[in-house]
C-alpha cells in the first residue's frame, strides 16, 4: 500500500469546510481532523465529516505531518510561522499573506525547515485551463474580467486581493517576463477599501494585460481573453468553456476554415482563421489542487503554484493596490 499524508485543516469556515470534505475522500491523504478558533463551527464541521475537532492548533500538530490553512488572510503568517516551526508542511490559501515581507519571512521559515509551501490560486486547476495544456500560451495582450456580487467575505482585504489576485497569478504564470510598469484606478462602492479596480500591467517583454475586477456586480464573470502571433484564445472559468482560433497559412482554401482569403498574415503569406473548442474535462478544481498538495508532500509532484509564486502574485498584486491608494479621492 503506497503511503498516506497524515494531514489537517485549520479553519473551517466557507472555504475550509471544502478542503476537509475534499480530504477526507483523497487515496493518499489520511484526515485526522481540524481547528477552528470557532469552537461551535469546529464541533458542527466535525459533526458533519465524522472527524476529531482537535481543541487548539498545537495539538492537531501533534498528529499531523502537513495542513491546509484556510483561516483569514490577516492570520496566515501567524498560523503558517506555527506549522512551519513544527517542520509541518503548509497549504495556504491565497493570498499567502497580506505583505509581501510576511511572504518572504514564511518562505525563508520553510527553506530553513525543509518544508513545501503551497499556495491556493485555484484557477490554474481550471479544467478549462488545464484542456489547454498541449498550447504554447505567451500572449501579447490579455484582457481579463472577474465579477462577483457583493458579500460581506473577503472584505477583510481590498478587491485586489481578493479578486484581481487570482488573475495576476494567471497572468504571472503565462508572461515570463518582468513588470516594467503597472497603472491602476479604484473605487469604493460598499466597504472603506476598494470595491471595484482596474490594472494595465505592460511588462519588460512588451506584453500587456488589463485586468477589471468588482465584488458589486449583479451576476458573476470570470471570463480571459488572451492575444498573441495568430492565436486568438478564450477561457470562461465559470462556464468551463475554451475556445481557440488560429491563424493558420494555407495555399487553397480550407473548407474547415471559420475565414479564409483575403487574410494576409505579417509575412505576406496568405492565412486561414481555424476555430476549436477543446474538450473539458469535468473536474473538481479544489480537490486537484489538494491532490497535487499530498502527491507534492509524497514527493511525487512539485507544487504547481509553490510559496515564490505567491509572493510574486501578491507583490503585483500590492503594487497595483498602492497605485490605486495614490489616485483615490
Ligand atoms: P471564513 O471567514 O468563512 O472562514 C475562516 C474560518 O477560520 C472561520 O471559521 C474562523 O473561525 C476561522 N479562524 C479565524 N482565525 C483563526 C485562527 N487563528 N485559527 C483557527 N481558525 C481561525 O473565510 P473563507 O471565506 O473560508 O476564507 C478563508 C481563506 O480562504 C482566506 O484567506 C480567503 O482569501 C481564502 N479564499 C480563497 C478562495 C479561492 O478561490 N481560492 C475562495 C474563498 C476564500
Known amino acids: 500500500m503506497s503511503k ?8 473551517v469556515g466557507h472555504l475550509g469546510v471544502h478542503h476537509a470534505s475534499h480530504l477526507t475522500k483523497i487515496k493518499n491523504a489520511n484526515f485526522v481532523g481540524l481547528f477552528d478558533s470557532n469552537t461551535q463551527r469546529a464541533e458542527e464541521i466535525s459533526k458533519k465529516l465524522n472527524t476529531k475537532s482537535f481543541d487548539s492548533i498545537d495539538s492537531l500538530l501533534d498528529n499531523v505531518e502537513a495542513l491546509s490553512i484556510v483561516t483569514p488572510t490577516p492570520t496566515h503568517r501567524s498560523v503558517a510561522e506555527k506549522c512551519i516551526k513544527r517542520g509541518k508542511h503548509v497549504f495556504i490559501e491565497k493570498p499567502i499573506t497580506s505583505s509581501v515581507d510576511d511572504a518572504e519571512y514564511l518562505i525563508e521559515l520553510a527553506k530553513k525547515h525543509s518544508i513545501i509551501i503551497q499556495v491556493g490560486h485555484i484557477e490554474r486547476f481550471n479544467p478549462a485551463l488545464l484542456a489547454l495544456s498541449n498550447l504554447e500560451i505567451e500572449p501579447k495582450y490579455i484582457e481579463v474580467h472577474r465579477m462577483a ?10 478587491v485586489v486581493l481578493d479578486l484581481m489576485i487570482h488573475d495576476i497569478d494567471l497572468i504571472l504564470s503565462f508572461i515570463s517576463s518582468p513588470v516594467e510598469e503597472i497603472y491602476a484606478n479604484g473605487v469604493s462602492i460598499m466597504t472603506n477599501s476598494v470595491d471595484i479596480a482596474n490594472a494595465r500591467i505592460k511588462f519588460e517583454n512588451g506584453s500587456i494585460a488589463n485586468i477589471t475586477s468588482s465584488r458589486v456586480a449583479k451576476d458573476r464573470v470570470r ?13 470562461d472559468f465559470l462556464a468551463g468553456i475554451s475556445e481557440v482560433y488560429k491563424a493558420m497559412g494555407a495555399t487553397q482554401n480550407d473548407p474547415q476554415a471559420i475565414m479564409s482569403a483575403p487574410l494576409v498574415g505579417a509575412d505576406g503569406k496568405h492565412r486561414q482563421i481555424f476555430y476549436e473548442k477543446p474538450t473539458v474535462k469535468k473536474t473538481d478544481a479544489l480537490k486537484a489542487e489538494l491532490k497535487n498538495y499530498i502527491n507534492a508532500v509524497l514527493g511525487k509532484e512539485k507544487p504547481m503554484v509553490d510559496g515564490f509564486a505567491g509572493k ?16 483615490l479621492r
Do not use: W
Not at 4 to 11: E, K, L
Not at 226 to 231: I, K
Open 4 to 11: 498516506q499524508v497524515n494531514i489537517g485543516v485549520i479553519g
Open 149 to 158: 456580487p457583493f458579500t460581506s467575505r473577503g472584505t477583510d482585504v481590498p
Open 223 to 235: 471570463k480571459i481573453k488572451m492575444f498573441q502571433q495568430d492565436l486568438y484564445v478564450t477561457i
Open 312 to 327: 510574486q502574485a501578491l507583490d503585483v498584486a500590492i503594487k497595483i493596490h498602492d497605485k490605486i491608494l495614490e489616485d
